[in-house]
Protein backbone atom coordinates (compact mmCIF):
# COMPACT_ATOMS: atom_id res chain seq x y z
CA UNK A 1 0.00 0.00 0.00
CA UNK A 2 1.29 3.62 -0.84
CA UNK A 3 1.28 6.54 1.45
CA UNK A 4 -1.56 7.85 0.23
CA UNK A 5 -1.20 11.28 1.93
CA UNK A 6 0.61 14.60 1.47
CA UNK A 7 3.99 13.41 3.36
CA UNK A 8 6.93 14.39 1.32
CA UNK A 9 10.05 12.57 1.06
CA UNK A 10 13.06 13.64 1.90
CA UNK A 11 14.41 15.34 -1.37
CA UNK A 12 10.20 16.56 -2.19
CA UNK A 13 11.15 18.27 1.51
CA UNK A 14 14.52 20.06 0.54
CA UNK A 15 13.14 21.19 -2.80
CA UNK A 16 9.13 22.68 -1.16
CA UNK A 17 12.32 24.51 1.35
CA UNK A 18 14.06 25.88 -1.61
CA UNK A 19 10.90 27.00 -3.30
CA UNK A 20 9.31 29.20 -0.08
CA UNK A 21 13.48 30.88 0.22
CA UNK A 22 12.97 31.47 -3.44
CA UNK A 23 9.40 32.89 -3.32
CA UNK A 24 10.37 34.89 0.00
CA UNK A 25 13.88 36.46 -2.11
CA UNK A 26 11.76 37.32 -4.72
CA UNK A 27 8.48 38.67 -3.08
CA UNK A 28 11.13 40.91 -0.86
CA UNK A 29 12.55 42.36 -4.65
CA UNK A 30 9.21 42.83 -5.80
CA UNK A 31 8.40 44.49 -2.90
CA UNK A 32 12.03 46.69 -2.34
CA UNK A 33 11.18 47.41 -6.14
CA UNK A 34 7.85 48.18 -6.71
CA UNK A 35 5.16 50.91 -5.57
CA UNK A 36 3.36 54.33 -6.34
CA UNK A 37 7.40 54.87 -7.88
CA UNK A 38 9.23 52.25 -9.29
CA UNK A 39 12.98 51.53 -8.75
CA UNK A 40 14.94 49.84 -11.57
CA UNK A 41 17.30 47.22 -10.30
CA UNK A 42 19.93 49.58 -11.84
CA UNK A 43 18.65 52.49 -9.27
CA UNK A 44 18.07 49.77 -6.79
CA UNK A 45 21.60 48.83 -6.95
CA UNK A 46 22.85 52.19 -7.09
CA UNK A 47 20.74 53.05 -4.23
CA UNK A 48 22.06 50.39 -2.01
CA UNK A 49 25.33 51.27 -2.51
CA UNK A 50 24.94 55.17 -2.11
CA UNK A 51 23.21 55.27 1.27
CA UNK A 52 20.01 56.86 1.87
CA UNK A 53 20.78 60.83 1.94
CA UNK A 54 22.08 60.68 -1.91
CA UNK A 55 19.19 61.14 -4.28
CA UNK A 56 15.44 60.36 -4.43
CA UNK A 57 15.55 56.95 -5.31
CA UNK A 58 18.22 56.39 -2.53
CA UNK A 59 15.80 57.94 0.14
CA UNK A 60 12.87 56.14 -0.99
CA UNK A 61 14.83 52.80 -0.97
CA UNK A 62 16.09 53.34 2.32
CA UNK A 63 13.32 55.28 4.54
CA UNK A 64 10.30 53.43 2.84
CA UNK A 65 10.97 50.01 0.49
CA UNK A 66 13.44 48.35 2.89
CA UNK A 67 12.20 48.76 6.57
CA UNK A 68 8.47 48.28 4.91
CA UNK A 69 9.95 44.79 3.10
CA UNK A 70 11.46 43.80 6.46
CA UNK A 71 8.52 44.50 8.25
CA UNK A 72 6.08 42.18 5.94
CA UNK A 73 8.70 39.85 6.36
CA UNK A 74 9.18 39.87 9.75
CA UNK A 75 5.77 39.75 10.83
CA UNK A 76 4.85 37.60 8.41
CA UNK A 77 7.27 34.70 9.84
CA UNK A 78 6.79 35.86 13.34
CA UNK A 79 2.81 35.26 13.11
CA UNK A 80 3.26 32.60 11.14
CA UNK A 81 5.91 30.34 13.81
CA UNK A 82 3.49 31.75 16.38
CA UNK A 83 0.34 30.26 14.83
CA UNK A 84 2.08 27.37 14.37
CA UNK A 85 3.38 26.45 17.53
CA UNK A 86 0.24 27.33 19.45
CA UNK A 87 -1.79 24.83 17.12
CA UNK A 88 0.98 22.25 18.12
CA UNK A 89 0.78 23.43 21.56
CA UNK A 90 -2.82 23.10 21.68
CA UNK A 91 -3.40 20.19 19.77
CA UNK A 92 -6.08 22.83 18.36
CA UNK A 93 -5.95 23.51 14.50
CA UNK A 94 -8.41 26.40 15.17
CA UNK A 95 -6.13 28.09 18.11
CA UNK A 96 -4.08 31.02 16.86
CA UNK A 97 -2.21 33.94 18.64
CA UNK A 98 -5.61 35.70 18.93
CA UNK A 99 -6.49 32.46 21.23
CA UNK A 100 -3.86 32.97 24.33
CA UNK A 101 -5.14 36.64 23.63
CA UNK A 102 -2.39 38.41 22.16
CA UNK A 103 -4.65 40.33 20.28
CA UNK A 104 -7.11 41.14 22.77
CA UNK A 105 -4.38 42.67 24.85
CA UNK A 106 -2.77 44.44 22.67
CA UNK A 107 -5.93 45.92 21.87
CA UNK A 108 -6.86 47.01 25.14
CA UNK A 109 -3.09 48.43 25.57
CA UNK A 110 -3.78 50.55 22.20
CA UNK A 111 -7.00 51.62 23.25
CA UNK A 112 -5.53 53.05 26.62
CA UNK A 113 -2.84 54.49 25.10
CA UNK A 114 -4.99 56.33 22.67
CA UNK A 115 -7.77 57.26 24.91
CA UNK A 116 -4.75 59.29 26.95
CA UNK A 117 -3.94 60.81 23.99
CA UNK A 118 -0.09 59.04 23.63
CA UNK A 119 -0.56 58.30 19.69
CA UNK A 120 3.31 58.00 19.84
CA UNK A 121 4.23 54.88 17.50
CA UNK A 122 7.14 53.88 20.28
CA UNK A 123 4.16 53.97 22.43
CA UNK A 124 1.82 52.14 20.81
CA UNK A 125 3.91 49.78 19.78
CA UNK A 126 5.20 49.50 23.23
CA UNK A 127 2.07 48.70 24.62
CA UNK A 128 0.43 46.62 22.60
CA UNK A 129 3.78 44.35 22.87
CA UNK A 130 3.07 44.95 26.79
CA UNK A 131 -0.55 44.02 26.35
CA UNK A 132 0.03 41.12 24.33
CA UNK A 133 2.54 39.46 26.57
CA UNK A 134 0.59 40.30 29.79
CA UNK A 135 -2.61 38.78 28.20
CA UNK A 136 -0.68 35.68 27.64
CA UNK A 137 0.56 35.77 30.98
CA UNK A 138 -2.81 35.67 32.26
CA UNK A 139 -3.77 32.85 30.11
CA UNK A 140 -0.81 30.69 31.32
CA UNK A 141 -1.44 31.87 34.69
CA UNK A 142 -5.30 30.52 34.87
CA UNK A 143 -3.95 27.61 32.64
CA UNK A 144 -1.52 27.01 35.40
CA UNK A 145 -3.78 27.05 38.56
CA UNK A 146 -6.05 24.44 36.86
CA UNK A 147 -3.34 21.55 35.75
CA UNK A 148 -2.47 23.78 32.39
CA UNK A 149 -4.36 20.93 30.25
CA UNK A 150 -4.52 22.06 26.38
CA UNK A 151 -8.36 22.73 27.09
CA UNK A 152 -7.78 25.09 29.83
CA UNK A 153 -5.62 27.27 28.08
CA UNK A 154 -8.01 27.62 25.38
CA UNK A 155 -11.01 28.09 28.15
CA UNK A 156 -8.39 30.38 29.72
CA UNK A 157 -8.05 32.27 26.80
CA UNK A 158 -11.43 32.31 25.42
CA UNK A 159 -12.36 34.18 28.67
CA UNK A 160 -9.59 36.41 29.28
CA UNK A 161 -9.64 37.63 25.43
CA UNK A 162 -13.35 38.21 26.20
CA UNK A 163 -12.71 40.51 29.25
CA UNK A 164 -10.00 42.63 27.02
CA UNK A 165 -12.37 43.46 24.66
CA UNK A 166 -14.90 43.84 26.42
CA UNK A 167 -12.40 46.44 28.49
CA UNK A 168 -11.60 47.64 24.48
CA UNK A 169 -14.95 48.59 23.83
CA UNK A 170 -15.65 50.59 27.02
CA UNK A 171 -13.15 52.78 26.39
CA UNK A 172 -13.92 52.78 22.86
CA UNK A 173 -17.59 54.11 23.61
CA UNK A 174 -16.23 55.98 26.24
CA UNK A 175 -13.46 57.71 24.41
CA UNK A 176 -14.54 58.01 20.35
CA UNK A 177 -11.14 59.51 19.65
CA UNK A 178 -9.29 55.94 20.61
CA UNK A 179 -11.29 54.06 18.28
CA UNK A 180 -10.47 56.53 15.40
CA UNK A 181 -6.62 56.52 16.68
CA UNK A 182 -6.38 53.02 16.47
CA UNK A 183 -7.96 52.19 13.46
CA UNK A 184 -4.56 51.35 12.38
CA UNK A 185 -3.55 48.95 14.45
CA UNK A 186 -6.61 47.27 14.26
CA UNK A 187 -6.85 46.61 10.43
CA UNK A 188 -3.38 46.00 10.15
CA UNK A 189 -0.65 47.07 7.90
CA UNK A 190 3.17 48.59 7.06
CA UNK A 191 2.16 51.73 6.13
CA UNK A 192 3.91 53.72 9.41
CA UNK A 193 6.90 51.31 9.74
CA UNK A 194 10.39 52.92 10.67
CA UNK A 195 13.51 51.33 11.52
CA UNK A 196 13.41 52.70 15.27
CA UNK A 197 9.94 50.84 15.75
CA UNK A 198 10.97 47.90 14.46
CA UNK A 199 14.55 46.95 15.34
CA UNK A 200 13.30 45.85 18.59
CA UNK A 201 10.37 43.66 17.47
CA UNK A 202 13.23 42.63 14.87
CA UNK A 203 15.29 40.77 17.47
CA UNK A 204 12.90 39.64 19.40
CA UNK A 205 11.30 37.72 16.67
CA UNK A 206 14.77 36.57 14.61
CA UNK A 207 15.62 35.17 18.31
CA UNK A 208 12.11 33.17 19.03
CA UNK A 209 12.62 32.07 15.99
CA UNK A 210 15.82 30.76 16.85
CA UNK A 211 15.27 29.21 19.82
CA UNK A 212 11.84 27.60 18.71
CA UNK A 213 13.85 26.28 16.15
CA UNK A 214 16.07 24.71 18.83
CA UNK A 215 13.01 22.65 20.03
CA UNK A 216 11.27 21.21 17.15
CA UNK A 217 11.22 17.62 18.74
CA UNK A 218 10.07 18.92 22.38
CA UNK A 219 7.09 20.14 19.87
CA UNK A 220 6.71 16.90 18.32
CA UNK A 221 6.84 15.14 21.45
CA UNK A 222 4.25 17.42 23.13
CA UNK A 223 1.97 16.72 20.48
CA UNK A 224 2.05 12.87 21.27
CA UNK A 225 0.01 13.75 23.98
CA UNK A 226 0.65 14.26 27.65
CA UNK A 227 0.84 11.05 29.29
CA UNK A 228 2.76 9.87 26.27
CA UNK A 229 5.44 12.97 26.11
CA UNK A 230 5.58 12.72 29.90
CA UNK A 231 6.54 9.17 29.59
CA UNK A 232 9.22 10.30 27.26
CA UNK A 233 10.90 12.76 30.19
CA UNK A 234 9.47 15.86 29.04
CA UNK A 235 8.44 18.49 31.52
CA UNK A 236 4.94 18.95 30.36
CA UNK A 237 3.80 21.67 31.87
CA UNK A 238 6.63 23.72 31.38
CA UNK A 239 7.23 23.30 27.99
CA UNK A 240 3.96 24.07 27.16
CA UNK A 241 3.98 27.11 29.19
CA UNK A 242 7.42 27.86 27.74
CA UNK A 243 5.99 27.43 24.14
CA UNK A 244 2.97 29.80 24.73
CA UNK A 245 5.24 32.32 25.74
CA UNK A 246 7.34 32.04 22.98
CA UNK A 247 4.58 32.25 20.32
CA UNK A 248 3.52 35.55 22.10
CA UNK A 249 6.44 37.25 22.19
CA UNK A 250 6.78 36.27 18.14
CA UNK A 251 3.10 37.68 17.76
CA UNK A 252 3.19 40.44 20.17
CA UNK A 253 6.77 42.20 18.48
CA UNK A 254 4.80 41.64 15.21
CA UNK A 255 1.37 42.75 16.51
CA UNK A 256 3.35 46.08 17.87
CA UNK A 257 4.77 47.49 14.27
CA UNK A 258 2.01 45.60 11.84
CA UNK A 259 -1.07 45.84 13.94
CA UNK A 260 -3.67 42.95 14.32
CA UNK A 261 -2.76 40.53 11.20
CA UNK A 262 -5.34 37.68 12.22
CA UNK A 263 -5.26 35.40 9.47
CA UNK A 264 -1.47 34.48 8.99
CA UNK A 265 -1.47 33.20 12.90
CA UNK A 266 -4.45 30.83 12.05
CA UNK A 267 -3.86 30.14 8.34
CA UNK A 268 -0.37 29.98 6.91
CA UNK A 269 0.61 27.49 9.38
CA UNK A 270 -2.36 24.95 7.25
CA UNK A 271 -0.91 25.85 4.21
CA UNK A 272 2.53 24.84 5.09
CA UNK A 273 1.53 21.66 6.71
CA UNK A 274 -0.24 20.80 4.01
CA UNK A 275 2.56 21.72 1.99
CA UNK A 276 5.75 19.97 3.93
CA UNK A 277 3.58 17.86 6.45
CA UNK A 278 3.75 18.44 10.23
CA UNK A 279 7.12 17.75 11.49
CA UNK A 280 8.17 20.26 13.33
CA UNK A 281 11.70 20.13 12.15
CA UNK A 282 10.84 20.97 8.54
CA UNK A 283 7.06 22.84 9.58
CA UNK A 284 8.41 25.39 11.51
CA UNK A 285 11.33 26.85 9.12
CA UNK A 286 8.58 26.84 6.37
CA UNK A 287 6.04 28.38 8.07
CA UNK A 288 8.54 31.06 9.18
CA UNK A 289 9.06 31.36 4.57
CA UNK A 290 6.14 31.36 4.08
CA UNK A 291 4.27 33.67 6.27
CA UNK A 292 6.84 36.05 5.25
CA UNK A 293 6.91 35.26 1.45
CA UNK A 294 2.98 35.48 1.82
CA UNK A 295 2.35 38.61 3.90
CA UNK A 296 5.04 40.41 1.81
CA UNK A 297 3.20 39.84 -1.37
CA UNK A 298 -0.22 41.03 0.08
CA UNK A 299 1.18 44.40 1.14
CA UNK A 300 2.80 44.47 -2.21
CA UNK A 301 -0.16 43.67 -3.78
CA UNK A 302 -1.99 46.40 -1.42
CA UNK A 303 0.36 49.03 -2.40
CA UNK A 304 0.09 48.35 -6.34
CA UNK A 305 -3.38 47.35 -7.04
CA UNK A 306 -4.82 51.07 -6.45
CA UNK A 307 -2.13 53.25 -6.53
CA UNK A 308 -0.99 55.37 -5.48
CA UNK A 309 -3.67 54.75 -3.11
CA UNK A 310 -3.05 51.86 -0.35
CA UNK A 311 -5.40 49.49 0.79
CA UNK A 312 -4.78 47.96 4.37
CA UNK A 313 -2.73 44.64 3.41
CA UNK A 314 -4.89 43.01 6.17
CA UNK A 315 -8.15 43.12 4.89
CA UNK A 316 -6.36 42.32 1.52
CA UNK A 317 -4.61 39.43 2.96
CA UNK A 318 -8.16 38.12 4.34
CA UNK A 319 -9.56 38.87 0.82
CA UNK A 320 -6.57 37.08 -1.01
CA UNK A 321 -5.76 34.41 1.82
CA UNK A 322 -9.10 33.66 2.27
CA UNK A 323 -10.37 31.61 -1.40
CA UNK A 324 -6.41 30.84 -1.92
CA UNK A 325 -7.23 28.44 1.25
CA UNK A 326 -10.28 27.69 0.17
CA UNK A 327 -8.88 26.34 -3.27
CA UNK A 328 -6.18 24.32 -1.33
CA UNK A 329 -8.92 22.42 0.59
CA UNK A 330 -10.89 21.24 -2.44
CA UNK A 331 -7.31 20.59 -4.09
CA UNK A 332 -6.45 18.23 -1.51
CA UNK A 333 -10.45 16.68 -1.73
CA UNK A 334 -9.82 15.81 -5.41
CA UNK A 335 -6.65 13.86 -4.67
CA UNK A 336 -8.15 11.51 -2.02
CA UNK A 337 -9.50 8.01 -3.35
CA UNK B 1 13.40 -5.14 40.29
CA UNK B 2 10.77 -2.50 41.25
CA UNK B 3 9.44 -2.55 44.76
CA UNK B 4 5.98 -0.46 45.92
CA UNK B 5 5.99 0.23 49.52
CA UNK B 6 3.10 1.63 51.38
CA UNK B 7 1.80 3.32 48.42
CA UNK B 8 -1.02 6.19 48.34
CA UNK B 9 -2.54 8.16 46.01
CA UNK B 10 -5.21 10.72 46.24
CA UNK B 11 -6.87 13.16 43.43
CA UNK B 12 -7.70 16.01 44.66
CA UNK B 13 -7.77 15.20 48.46
CA UNK B 14 -9.34 12.21 48.04
CA UNK B 15 -7.28 8.72 48.87
CA UNK B 16 -7.84 6.18 45.62
CA UNK B 17 -4.58 3.76 46.62
CA UNK B 18 -4.71 2.97 49.77
CA UNK B 19 -1.13 1.68 50.77
CA UNK B 20 -0.10 -0.95 48.54
CA UNK B 21 2.84 -2.71 48.97
CA UNK B 22 4.45 -5.09 45.74
CA UNK B 23 7.22 -6.04 43.76
CA UNK B 24 7.65 -6.81 40.03
CA UNK B 25 10.58 -8.78 39.25
CA UNK B 26 13.29 -8.86 36.68
CA UNK B 27 12.66 -10.93 33.51
CA UNK B 28 8.99 -11.55 34.62
CA UNK B 29 5.93 -10.43 33.14
CA UNK B 30 3.67 -9.00 35.92
CA UNK B 31 0.10 -8.25 35.59
CA UNK B 32 -2.06 -5.76 37.41
CA UNK B 33 -5.87 -7.29 37.15
CA UNK B 34 -9.02 -5.75 39.07
CA UNK B 35 -12.67 -4.45 38.35
CA UNK B 36 -13.04 -1.20 36.54
CA UNK B 37 -11.93 1.83 38.82
CA UNK B 38 -10.01 -0.15 41.34
CA UNK B 39 -6.92 1.74 40.85
CA UNK B 40 -4.36 -0.32 38.35
CA UNK B 41 -3.94 2.66 36.23
CA UNK B 42 -3.40 4.65 38.60
CA UNK B 43 -0.75 2.23 40.26
CA UNK B 44 0.98 1.88 37.18
CA UNK B 45 1.18 5.98 36.79
CA UNK B 46 2.57 5.87 40.31
CA UNK B 47 6.15 3.91 38.81
CA UNK B 48 5.87 6.92 36.26
CA UNK B 49 4.91 9.71 39.00
CA UNK B 50 2.15 10.45 36.54
CA UNK B 51 0.02 11.00 39.57
CA UNK B 52 -0.43 14.78 41.07
CA UNK B 53 -0.02 13.13 44.51
CA UNK B 54 1.37 10.22 46.37
CA UNK B 55 3.09 8.94 48.89
CA UNK B 56 5.09 5.87 49.94
CA UNK B 57 8.59 4.59 48.28
CA UNK B 58 9.02 3.46 45.12
CA UNK B 59 12.32 1.60 44.99
CA UNK B 60 14.44 0.73 41.48
CA UNK B 61 17.46 -1.82 41.88
CA UNK B 62 18.15 0.16 45.72
CA UNK B 63 17.52 3.33 44.23
CA UNK B 64 14.82 5.67 44.94
CA UNK B 65 12.86 6.06 42.19
CA UNK B 66 11.86 9.80 43.35
CA UNK B 67 15.21 10.77 43.38
CA UNK B 68 15.27 10.32 39.12
CA UNK B 69 14.95 13.17 36.79
CA UNK B 70 12.13 13.36 34.68
CA UNK B 71 14.63 12.32 31.77
CA UNK B 72 16.84 9.68 33.97
CA UNK B 73 13.41 7.99 34.56
CA UNK B 74 12.71 8.09 30.88
CA UNK B 75 16.04 6.35 30.25
CA UNK B 76 14.59 3.48 32.68
CA UNK B 77 11.25 2.84 32.17
CA UNK B 78 9.25 2.89 29.28
CA UNK B 79 5.15 3.66 29.46
CA UNK B 80 2.78 3.03 27.06
CA UNK B 81 -0.54 4.48 28.16
CA UNK B 82 -3.66 2.89 27.40
CA UNK B 83 -5.23 5.78 24.87
CA UNK B 84 -2.51 7.37 22.56
CA UNK B 85 -2.75 10.03 19.87
CA UNK B 86 -2.74 9.31 16.26
CA UNK B 87 -0.11 11.80 15.81
CA UNK B 88 0.29 13.21 12.11
CA UNK B 89 3.61 12.26 11.47
CA UNK B 90 5.19 8.60 9.79
CA UNK B 91 6.11 5.71 11.97
CA UNK B 92 10.05 6.13 12.24
CA UNK B 93 9.53 9.90 13.22
CA UNK B 94 7.18 8.44 15.84
CA UNK B 95 9.65 5.97 16.75
CA UNK B 96 12.92 8.04 17.24
CA UNK B 97 10.95 9.91 19.46
CA UNK B 98 11.88 6.84 22.19
CA UNK B 99 15.16 8.56 21.67
CA UNK B 100 14.23 11.47 23.33
CA UNK B 101 15.29 10.91 26.93
CA UNK B 102 18.59 10.76 25.40
CA UNK B 103 18.42 13.95 23.44
CA UNK B 104 21.07 16.07 24.52
CA UNK B 105 22.20 19.55 22.49
CA UNK B 106 22.26 20.67 19.66
CA UNK B 107 18.92 18.92 20.43
CA UNK B 108 18.85 16.80 17.18
CA UNK B 109 19.03 13.26 16.56
CA UNK B 110 21.70 11.28 15.83
CA UNK B 111 23.32 8.15 13.92
CA UNK B 112 23.10 5.74 16.90
CA UNK B 113 19.45 7.13 17.33
CA UNK B 114 18.55 6.02 14.21
CA UNK B 115 19.95 3.05 14.40
CA UNK B 116 17.90 2.17 17.47
CA UNK B 117 14.94 2.89 15.28
CA UNK B 118 15.70 0.28 12.84
CA UNK B 119 16.34 -1.84 15.11
CA UNK B 120 12.62 -1.79 17.01
CA UNK B 121 11.14 -1.33 13.66
CA UNK B 122 12.95 -4.64 12.50
CA UNK B 123 11.57 -6.39 15.43
CA UNK B 124 8.42 -5.58 15.79
CA UNK B 125 7.91 -6.37 11.67
CA UNK B 126 7.32 -2.94 10.77
CA UNK B 127 10.58 -1.80 8.75
CA UNK B 128 8.59 -1.69 5.69
CA UNK B 129 6.03 0.43 7.01
CA UNK B 130 8.39 3.34 8.57
CA UNK B 131 7.39 6.01 6.19
CA UNK B 132 3.80 5.79 6.35
CA UNK B 133 1.95 7.87 8.11
CA UNK B 134 0.70 6.62 11.35
CA UNK B 135 -2.98 7.64 10.34
CA UNK B 136 -2.95 5.01 7.69
CA UNK B 137 -1.95 2.39 9.68
CA UNK B 138 -4.72 -0.34 11.26
CA UNK B 139 -4.80 -0.69 15.14
CA UNK B 140 -2.51 -3.65 15.77
CA UNK B 141 0.35 -1.65 13.45
CA UNK B 142 0.07 1.28 15.04
CA UNK B 143 -0.01 -0.87 19.07
CA UNK B 144 3.22 -1.98 17.14
CA UNK B 145 4.62 1.38 15.99
CA UNK B 146 3.86 2.48 19.93
CA UNK B 147 5.53 -0.78 20.84
CA UNK B 148 8.57 -0.31 18.77
CA UNK B 149 9.24 3.81 19.90
CA UNK B 150 9.03 2.00 23.79
CA UNK B 151 11.64 -0.35 22.28
CA UNK B 152 13.84 2.12 21.02
CA UNK B 153 13.70 3.96 24.42
CA UNK B 154 15.89 0.99 25.41
CA UNK B 155 14.73 1.04 28.79
CA UNK B 156 14.54 -1.83 31.73
CA UNK B 157 11.27 -1.56 32.52
CA UNK B 158 7.89 -1.68 30.18
CA UNK B 159 4.22 -0.42 31.10
CA UNK B 160 1.52 -1.43 29.32
CA UNK B 161 -1.49 -0.01 30.21
CA UNK B 162 -4.20 -2.89 28.59
CA UNK B 163 -2.12 -3.45 25.71
CA UNK B 164 -4.46 -5.50 24.07
CA UNK B 165 -7.77 -3.29 24.02
CA UNK B 166 -8.73 -2.56 20.65
CA UNK B 167 -6.59 -5.12 18.91
CA UNK B 168 -8.26 -8.58 17.15
CA UNK B 169 -7.50 -11.72 18.88
CA UNK B 170 -4.77 -12.21 16.36
CA UNK B 171 -2.85 -9.06 17.08
CA UNK B 172 -3.91 -9.44 21.23
CA UNK B 173 -1.30 -12.58 21.01
CA UNK B 174 1.11 -11.26 18.78
CA UNK B 175 1.41 -8.18 21.27
CA UNK B 176 1.68 -10.63 24.21
CA UNK B 177 3.95 -12.98 22.79
CA UNK B 178 6.66 -9.66 22.10
CA UNK B 179 6.10 -9.46 25.75
CA UNK B 180 7.31 -12.63 26.76
CA UNK B 181 9.62 -12.27 24.46
CA UNK B 182 10.66 -8.84 26.02
CA UNK B 183 10.71 -10.69 29.44
CA UNK B 184 12.82 -13.68 28.79
CA UNK B 185 15.51 -11.23 27.35
CA UNK B 186 15.89 -10.21 30.80
CA UNK B 187 12.82 -6.90 31.21
CA UNK B 188 10.85 -6.19 33.78
CA UNK B 189 7.44 -5.83 31.76
CA UNK B 190 4.54 -5.02 34.64
CA UNK B 191 0.82 -4.49 32.49
CA UNK B 192 -2.93 -4.20 32.95
CA UNK B 193 -5.16 -7.50 31.82
CA UNK B 194 -8.57 -8.33 31.45
CA UNK B 195 -8.81 -11.58 30.06
CA UNK B 196 -8.20 -14.36 32.51
CA UNK B 197 -7.33 -16.77 29.94
CA UNK B 198 -4.51 -14.93 28.48
CA UNK B 199 -3.45 -14.09 32.25
CA UNK B 200 -3.18 -17.42 32.87
CA UNK B 201 -0.82 -18.01 29.42
CA UNK B 202 1.29 -15.11 30.16
CA UNK B 203 1.53 -13.52 33.18
CA UNK B 204 4.29 -14.57 36.03
CA UNK B 205 3.25 -12.59 38.77
CA UNK B 206 -0.17 -11.54 39.48
CA UNK B 207 -1.44 -8.00 41.51
CA UNK B 208 -5.38 -8.20 42.32
CA UNK B 209 -6.62 -5.12 43.03
CA UNK B 210 -10.29 -3.84 44.66
CA UNK B 211 -11.50 -0.57 45.91
CA UNK B 212 -7.68 1.06 45.61
CA UNK B 213 -6.55 -2.09 47.96
CA UNK B 214 -4.23 -5.22 47.27
CA UNK B 215 -6.37 -8.37 47.82
CA UNK B 216 -3.76 -11.03 47.08
CA UNK B 217 -0.60 -11.38 45.10
CA UNK B 218 0.98 -14.20 43.31
CA UNK B 219 1.58 -16.75 40.70
CA UNK B 220 -1.81 -16.94 37.47
CA UNK B 221 -2.52 -20.58 38.59
CA UNK B 222 -2.62 -19.09 42.24
CA UNK B 223 -4.44 -15.44 42.18
CA UNK B 224 -7.20 -16.89 39.45
CA UNK B 225 -7.78 -20.03 41.84
CA UNK B 226 -8.30 -17.76 44.90
CA UNK B 227 -11.47 -17.18 47.02
CA UNK B 228 -10.34 -13.17 46.16
CA UNK B 229 -11.35 -13.50 42.52
CA UNK B 230 -14.55 -14.27 42.81
CA UNK B 231 -15.00 -11.46 45.41
CA UNK B 232 -13.21 -8.64 43.58
CA UNK B 233 -14.77 -9.42 40.04
CA UNK B 234 -18.11 -11.89 41.37
CA UNK B 235 -17.99 -14.34 38.43
CA UNK B 236 -16.41 -17.90 38.66
CA UNK B 237 -12.96 -19.08 37.12
CA UNK B 238 -13.24 -22.43 35.60
CA UNK B 239 -10.45 -23.98 34.85
CA UNK B 240 -9.59 -27.12 32.61
CA UNK B 241 -6.68 -29.21 31.20
CA UNK B 242 -5.46 -30.09 27.89
CA UNK B 243 -2.12 -30.98 26.33
CA UNK B 244 -0.88 -27.98 26.01
CA UNK B 245 -1.39 -27.10 29.80
CA UNK B 246 -4.13 -25.21 32.23
CA UNK B 247 -6.85 -22.99 31.06
CA UNK B 248 -9.20 -20.97 31.69
CA UNK B 249 -12.60 -19.72 31.07
CA UNK B 250 -15.59 -17.82 33.23
CA UNK B 251 -18.93 -18.04 34.61
CA UNK B 252 -21.22 -15.26 35.55
Known amino acids: MQNS ?73 GLAVSGAVIQKVLANNLASPG ?11 VAVCCAFGTFAAWAVAGASFLGAMAATFLVVIVARKSSASRTTVVLGG ?15 TMVPDAALASVDFRVGGFSSVNHSRLLPAAILILAGIAVILTLTNELDVLSLGDDTAQALGLRVSRIRNGMLTLAALLAGASVSFAGILGFVGLIVPHMARRIIGSESGKLIPFCALLGAGFVTACDLAARLIFAPYELPTGILMSFLGGPFFIWLLLKRKDKRP | MISISDLHVSYEGAEIIHGISAG ?85 YRKEDWDKVGEALEWVGLSDLRKRKMENLSGGQRQKA ?30 LDRARVLADAGKTVIMILHDFEAILHYADNVILMKDGRMLTAGSAEEVLRSAEVRKAFDVQPCFYETDDGLHCYVQP
Open chain 2, 146 to 175: YLAMALAQDTEVILMDEPTTFLDIRNQFDM
Open chain 2, 24 to 108: FPEGKISVIMGPNGCGKSTTLRSLVRMVPEMSGTLMFDGQDLGTLTSQELARRIAYLPQSRNVPDITVERLVIHGRFPYLSYPRR
Open chain 1, 158 to 172: VAVTACLNAATEAII
Open chain 1, 99 to 109: IIGVNAGAGLA
Open chain 1, 5 to 77: NSSSTGSNKRWIMLCGAAFVLVAALLSICLGAVSLTPAQLWKSLLSGPDNTAAARILWYSRLPRTAASLLAGA
